[in-house]
């Protein structure tokens, strides 16, 4: 099978070894899977509690330590990985298993595929459901939106990303979605003058918070969300469109 790279990858007929490096497929994982996986990147926060190896981090796993485990299979993202370790451990012959996600429905193809035959099991009812709750169209007059992920420099949401999919379908439309870069450096002062009706702030991979972050859009009304109810692919998608409805409405 090829993975959404599009890279044709041999994974084994059984599955019963996985390495994630992906926090929101790690979740994903640990709650379908529990016994299967074996190594996860030291972002890896969900569940509450999961004991497996620490291979570091998203950006600079530790390669020989992922092979010490011998996983039938390591899961990664286009955007999340970096290929030159992806290629290493593909060099070293494991099976690496690419998603590719930038819109609610690529994750909902996406993670069908990856447990299908990445994962070599069905597709979990979390899932199913997770669809449903997305599958009903926002209500109420559309508001534009500016995210900020990061400061010193100051970072935005802009094109092709699963956040600002996630905010659309909400009725919120991000001003920067059509910016020829993903994550456009864009200081608070242009921000402010865009006029934006929410300054949307989540507290990953910045940890945005009600002292930190709000009091440089004087006039706008800033939100404070979740980073893992808005950039996360996996079971909190079932319960996170209530929280950030929530949240954007309050």
């Given amino acids: 099978m090829k993975d959404d790279a599009g890279v044709p990858v041999r994974v084994p007929e059984t599955v019963t070894r996985i390495v994630s490096l992906v926090p929101s497929l790690t979740e994903s994982v640990a709650l379908t899977l529990p016994g299967a996986l074996v190594g996860a990147t030291d972002w890896c926060s969900h569940p509450a509690g999961l004991d497996v190896a620490r291979v570091r981090g998203t950006k ?8 010490r485990l011998a996983p039938d299979v ?3 993202n286009a955007e999340e990985n970096r ?5 290493a451990l593909r060099d070293a012959g494991l099976a690496v298993w690419v998603t590719r996600i930038e819109t609610l429905d690529e994750a909902f193809a996406s993670l069908d595929r990856m447990f299908r035959h990445a994962c070599r099991t069905a597709r979990p009812a979390w899932l199913d459901r997770a669809e449903e709750v997305w599958r009903v169209p926002a209500g109420g007059p559309r508001r534009s939106a500016v995210i900020p992920i990061w400061r010193r420099p100051w970072m935005v949401v802009g094109r092709d990303t699963f956040t600002g999919d996630v905010l659309r379908r909400l009725g919120v439309d991000n001003l920067y979605a059509g910016h020829p870069d993903r994550y456009p450096k864009v200081p608070p002062a242009e921000l402010v003058e865009r006029s934006p009706d929410l300054v949307v702030l989540p507290d990953e991979p910045y940890a945005f918070t009600a002292t930190d ?5 004087p006039g706008l009304r800033s939100v404070l969300v979740s980073g893992r109810d808005l950039t996360w692919y996996g079971p909190s998608l079932v319960e996170a469109r209530a929280r950030l409805e929530s949240a954007l409405a309050g």
């Fill in 60 to 67: 600079n796993p530790d390669l020989d330590a992922i092979g």
């Fill in 213 to 217: 972050g709000p009091e440089c859009f």
């Fill in 83 to 87: 290929e030159p370790d992806l290629a």
């Fill in 74 to 76: 390591v899961l990664a």
